[in-house]
């Protein structure tokens, strides 16, 4: 490692600024004192078994609900206690340490409703975007942790003997190397420069629009209007108050647009005019951007045939074929399970 000393250097790509760092101390040992824990998780569990998550599949295919944020925390506690920084991105953490994370995962949640449901490579692919998340997240909380060390230590020895309450010294000591490495300290510059040209900020906390929505049961609209304005109730800027007024135009336009007989049919008319898409209005009015529905959250991904079954699953639904026949196949798409039964007899 180069003997570089902390210093601020800005983020290295998450969507908010870095939050807040962990609790110090000081000590040359491997134990992991103080860690956290996920209370209302463990009282799921001990009240209902393994707990099942949601997801909004009309748009994002993001985990929502109280069961994401167990999800989240549950994921950031274990990646803090059990992973080093040291990559520029979840993506390039080993499958060892994926693999047995998600053991670990498995204990409190319900993957196998996943590995079941039809969807289940847009819904991995939400979980996956909970992991990358987490790791970046994490990986600010050291860094922060590491600026404030070297504010106060002018030996670097020292700093990476003291890691964070909960983070193991191996695991600090490796984190803190890819600080001071000058590729990643350029990489973030790039990336803070990036970030201050943002316009759509989400201004209220860390939930999603997603999931601010479903635990408020209210529509896509009053959620851009929630993330996007003051405590006080006033929109952040000028440019957002717009936004929202000609987002709530378009929506009223093709409200009209899809039953011009709605003011007399009243309610009936209402119910029975087709739906109106989120994400094009949005699109519409906000324009488009790779990776993202502005306004609405990231767009959904699939997760690659290799990662669409875990070695979990892999073992456990391996196929055993036997001379006289196939086993059933499954066939599944768009929201529809056929079955299939293949006999193969031999004479």
């Not at 040992?29 to 078994?49: I, T, V």
């Not at 206690?81 to 319900?110: I, T, W």
């Amino acid at each position: 490692m180069a003997d570089v000393m902390p210093r601020g250097h800005g983020g290295d790509g998450a969507d908010e600024p870095p939050p807040g760092g962990f609790g110090r101390r000081g000590h040359h040992e491997e134990d992991q004192r103080g860690k956290a824990k996920n209370k209302k998780l463990l009282q799921a569990n001990k009240m209902g078994g393994l707990v099942s998550i949601p997801f909004d599949r009309l748009t994002t295919y993001t985990l929502v609900g109280d069961a994401c944020d167990m999800f989240g925390r549950e994921v950031g506690i274990y990646m803090w206690e059990n992973l080093a920084f040291d990559k520029y991105s979840y993506a390039n953490v080993s499958a060892a340490e994926k693999n047995a994370m998600e053991q670990h995962l498995r204990r409190r949640f319900n993957f196998e409703e996943i590995e079941r449901d039809c969807e289940r490579r847009q819904l991995k692919g939400g979980i996956r975007s909970v992991y990358m998340k987490r790791y970046r997240d994490r990986k600010n909380m050291a860094k922060k942790e590491f600026v404030e060390l070297g504010k106060r230590h002018d030996n670097l020895e020292t700093i990476r003997d003291s890691p964070p309450t909960g983070m193991g010294v191996k695991n600090w000591r490796k984190t803190i190397d890819l600080f001071g490495d000058p590729k990643y300290i350029k990489r973030c510059e790039v990336n803070k420069k990036n970030r201050e040209k943002q316009q759509f900020a989400n201004r209220r906390g860390s939930a999603s629009y997603s999931s601010w929505s479903f635990k408020k049961n209210v529509e896509a609209l009053e959620t851009y209007a929630h993330a996007h304005t003051l405590p006080d109730g006033t929109f952040a800027s000028p440019l957002e108050e717009e936004n929202f007024n000609l987002l709530k135009e378009e929506f009223e336009r093709q409200r009209t647009q899809n039953n011009p007989f709605l003011e007399d049919e009243g309610e009936l008319g209402e119910s029975s005019a087709p739906a109106i898409s989120n994400v094009q209005v949005f699109e519409k009015v906000l324009g488009a951007r790779r990776g993202i529905y502005r306004g609405l959250g990231r767009k959904p991904s699939l997760s690659s045939a290799s990662s669409d079954v875990s070695p979990h699953e892999k073992e456990k639904t391996r196929p055993q074929f036997s001379e006289l026949s196939f086993d059933v196949i499954l066939i599944c798409s768009d929201h529809v399970l056929n079955i299939l039964f293949v006999k193969i007899c031999f004479s």
